[in-house]
């Protein structure tokens, strides 16, 4: 099975990298081509060594990764975990994104906006919340927008290759350094100003 940005949350082993609808080049200038290659094949070798965990374990393989997550949360198998969680937060991070057009906010539907409106009083607001949260975060991680389960939008953080389980998410942003230290070198925060630039719209409404 072709891994798309469709179907990759049903995919069990063996995991292929995800086939993007967007050149890594695309994403100009917000992400360089070279940290997007550099970050895809990362990518490739979280699936490497993912498969290889999972290759001997016959229990494991018809399982998808969220399935695999909770897996290993319960099972505290770490290797598990970081190797999933790493696959699971890049596919998710990839899929949500798309070239830039010069429009910042393109596709995103009445009813996304009302929902952030209700929730953080609007898209200024809501990105500056993201923006801060995602700068005072120390370390390598995630921020997320994501759904608890009182249905209520929350911005949260995720360390290494956690994964926000037990909730919906929405959007993520990889603020590992590999994710911009190439471009943007120690400035997270204008990685994060130009991440908005490249965000799927039409995803993102449909997700919220
Ligand atoms: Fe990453």
Redesign the pocket.
């Known amino acids: 099975m072709e891994n798309t940005i469709q179907n990759w949350e049903q995919m069990t082993y063996p995991f292929t990298n995800l086939t993007l609808n967007y050149n890594l080049n695309a994403l100009e200038p917000y992400i360089d081509t070279r940290t997007m290659h550099e970050?895809y094949d990362?990518l490739a070798d979280y699936i490497k060594n993912l498969n290889q965990i999972i290759a001997t374990r016959i229990d494991l393989q018809n399982m998808n990764l969220i399935d695999l997550l909770n897996y290993a949360v319960n099972n505290q198998d770490i290797d598990l975990h970081r190797q999933a969680g790493g696959v699971y937060n890049?596919f998710f991070f990839f899929s949500e994104l798309r070239p830039a057009t010069g429009q910042i906010i393109i596709g995103i539907t009445p009813q996304a906006t009302n929902k952030i409106i209700a929730a953080f009083g609007g898209w200024k607001n809501f990105k500056e919340k993201f923006a801060e949260v995602s700068l005072n975060f120390f370390g390598s991680g995630y921020t997320w927008l994501i759904k608890n389960n009182k249905n209520e939008l929350k911005i949260i953080t995720t360390t290494n290759q956690e994964v926000p389980l037990g909730c919906t998410p929405i959007l993520c942003l990889?603020i590992?350094e590999?994710?911009y230290y190439l471009q943007h070198l120690k400035k997270r925060h204008t990685y994060i100003d130009a991440f908005w630039n490249i965000v799927d719209w039409v995803k993102f409404s449909e997700k919220l």
Do not use: E, G, P
């Open positions: 970050h990362l890049h990889d590992w590999h994710a």
